[in-house]
Nanobody, 120 residues
């Protein structure tokens, strides 16, 4: 059973930085697209940033210029560097990955979520 294990959340002050990590553990052939989502209380889960296997990225407008997504394919890990954090960034952040087990075999998988709280 492959798991996505997240780390790096916490409490930070306005303008601070955090780096989230998400590593896939278990037996997989490869990982396609990876991304970070977030869900604030009372709001729908939204895509924050995504990255393809080849490194192509996209971001929600509200984090452009502040957040950077990256990945290490050898380590099956995706990162989210968050700078200039704002209180509106407060949410539970979830990692998502398209796991590939073999030809025509794969599934989307989610991490357990990590809390990010930005105080003003």
């Amino acid at each position: 059973q492959v798991q996505l294990v997240e780390s790096g959340g916490g409490l930070v002050q306005l303008g601070g930085s955090l780096r989230l990590s998400c590593a896939a553990s278990g037996s997989i052939f490869s990982i396609g697209a990876m991304g970070w989502y977030r869900q604030a209380p009372g709001k729908q889960r939204e895509l924050v940033a995504a990255i393809s296997y080849g490194g192509r990225t996209n971001y929600v407008d509200s984090v452009k210029g502040r957040f950077t997504i990256s990945r290490d394919n050898a380590r099956n890990t995706v990162y989210l560097q968050m700078n200039s954090l704002k209180p509106e960034d407060t949410a539970v952040y979830y990692c998502n990955a398209d796991l590939i087990y073999g030809l025509g075999q794969g599934e989307a998988s989610w991490g357990q979520g990590t809390q990010v709280t930005v105080s003003s």
